[in-house]
């Protein structure tokens, strides 16, 4: 498996959370630990979701080869993250907190434009004992979907995680329904994978919606495999 890149570093925000302008710049992140809670064989969809309540986080994420920068058409961007009561789905309850599970919910993935683009509409996940705020992501090339709309096969060419503002996670952890979890919010700085390098490390470019918390935001960064 090879490194990752990211193109761009998020910039520092102002009180109403407007971005600054930085310049690009391409640099290499570290890999970083797939996890627990990865399941095989979930929905090539670009709505995950699934009617889970919390703010509203639409990911646009650019993959380019580490090298060149040249964009990667047709690879698979998959993610998977906790809700707001920080359960991953097919493993309700290991964060204290009893509800349905169908083993779906807010995993998912969709395919690269000829851009390299891949946009996923999602909500600000939840938090769970011992761990910041965080989504996992893979990329995956040459996969083959399934009738029942999911795929198989391809070369995994990367395992990270993308993390978030912790001005804005606070804000966020305010606000229904995110204050019915019950566990103790483990902050960026605390936390024991990231490692401080922001974009290099999988910190999102996060952008206000609207002109509350509550609107939702986008979040982007560019990533860079080898191939």
């Not at 906790?82 to 359960?87: N, R, S, T, W, Y």
């Not at 965080?134 to 996969?143: A, L, M, S």
């Not at 198989?152 to 996670?169: A, C, D, K, N, P």
């Amino acid at each position: 498996m090879g490194a990752a890149a990211t193109y761009g570093a998020p910039t520092t925000e102002t009180a109403d959370t407007a971005p600054v302008a930085a310049a690009a710049v391409c640099t290499l992140t570290r890999e970083m630990t797939e996890g627990p809670y990865y399941l095989d064989g979930q929905y090539v969809r670009s709505d995950i979701t699934e009617g889970k309540p919390g703010i509203p986080l639409k990911l646009t994420l650019t993959v380019v080869d580490d090298d060149t920068c040249a964009p990667l058409s047709n690879a698979l961007v998959e993610i998977w993250h906790a809700d707001h009561l920080g359960e991953y789905s097919g493993f309700v309850g290991a964060n204290g907190h009893n509800e349905p599970d169908n083993g779906t919910f807010l995993r998912g993935g969709v395919l690269t434009n000829s851009s390299g683009v891949a946009s996923i509409t999602t909500i600000y996940p939840g938090w769970y004992v011992g761990r910041c705020i965080h989504i996992h992501i893979k990329v995956h090339t040459n996969v083959t979907l399934t009738p029942d709309g999911s795929f198989t096969g391809g070369q995994e060419l990367h395992t990270g995680q993308l993390y978030f503002s912790e001005t804005i996670t606070t804000r966020v952890s305010r606000l229904s329904p995110y204050t019915a979890n019950r566990v103790t919010r483990t902050t960026l700085a605390q936390d024991s994978i990231y490692d401080g390098g922001g974009a290099a490390s999988g910190l999102l470019t996060l952008t206000a919606l609207g002109s509350s918390t509550s609107s939702g935001y986008t979040g982007t960064l560019t990533l860079g495999v080898e191939r």
